[in-house]
């Protein structure tokens, strides 16, 4: 057969986020109430061990699978995490609220940000950070520059 494969698969995009949980299954729950995730797809394994899986939050795909020691993959190895997730939500406070109901923790309380967005940032309870956001206002890059300036002196 001579019809040519895509590099990247349908619904993907060059750069995918995959996390990892403790338990799969738990998370995929969660996801689904606290962000409205739909999954897309699940590999289940024995005992209904979830070996892999794929959900969508809006337009987003997020690969997800469980803990992995043998390739040092664990969300909750320490006090910082090294990646983070941004959710641009069309209402923020009530994405906040159904987040918060969900069973995340906020960080960072929502509100205003110099550069035109409204956020605030959660834990999950498998140690991953969220910053949900609604873009709020246009500003040009000086107008970004200028604010950031006030911010941060």
């Known amino acids: 057969m001579d019809t040519e494969v895509n590099a990247i698969p349908k619904g993907l995009r060059t750069v995918t986020p995959y996390i990892i949980v403790s338990d799969p299954k738990k998370a995929l729950d969660f996801y689904e109430k ?14 209904g061990q979830i070996a892999h899986a794929e959900f969508k939050v809006g337009d987003s795909i997020i690969m997800m699978a469980g803990d992995d020691p043998g390739m040092h993959l664990s969300p909750q190895t320490g006090e910082y995490r090294s990646v983070s997730f941004m959710v641009y939500v069309p209402d ?35 140690g991953h950070i969220w910053t949900l956001g609604t873009h709020i206002e246009d500003l040009t890059p000086d107008e970004i520059k200028e604010r950031a300036q006030r911010v941060y002196s």
């Open 92 to 126: 923020v406070d009530a994405a906040a609220e159904k987040a918060m109901a969900a069973g995340m923790k906020m960080v960072k309380e929502v509100r205003d940000q110099f550069y035109g967005d409204r956020t605030g940032t959660f834990e999950d309870p498998f």
């Open 34 to 47: 606290a962000l409205g995730a739909k999954i897309i797809s699940k590999v289940e394994i024995q005992q």
